[in-house]
């Protein structure tokens, strides 16, 4: 198992927005190097995957896009109560992976969210 640290770099304050820039420290635990195991294919690594993975989707058009036809995308979902259901998963924004533990997204999605609340 991998732990990570992170590191604050910086704290940027621009329109209202605070952004927190961290960079990760990434410590070799058991005998695990990291990157090691899970580095991306190079030769995939940023490719689309126009068929998708694992599974079709019926009746989908054209524009709809396949379950892993972009692996980089990241949908950030928000934990709320709806309808007499505790903990429902809502969509609340996108973000791109750029690394393998790393989430780019923008600095309004997460102003004044909690961990707690959101999921990757």
């Known amino acids: 198992m991998r732990s990570v640290t992170l590191t604050l770099l910086e704290v940027v304050t621009l329109l209202g927005y605070t952004t927190i820039v961290l960079a990760a420290n990434q410590t070799k635990e058991r005998g695990i190097i990291p990157g090691d195991s899970d580095a991306p294919d190079p030769d995939r690594c940023g490719m689309r ?31 709320e109560d709806v309808l007499r259901q505790t ?34």
Not at 51 to 79: H, K, Q
Request: with cysteine; glycine share 8%; proline share 5%.
């Open 49 to 79: 995957n126009p068929d998708g993975l694992a599974f079709r989707m019926i009746g989908r058009e054209d524009y709809d896009s396949e379950y892993g036809e972009f692996p980089w995308m990241v949908a950030i979902l928000r934990m």
């Open 87 to 120: 903990n429902e998963k809502v969509p609340h924004c996108g973000g791109s992976l750029i690394h393998n533990q790393v989430v780019l997204t923008a600095a309004h999605c997460i102003n004044r969210m909690l961990t707690s609340e959101l999921m990757v």
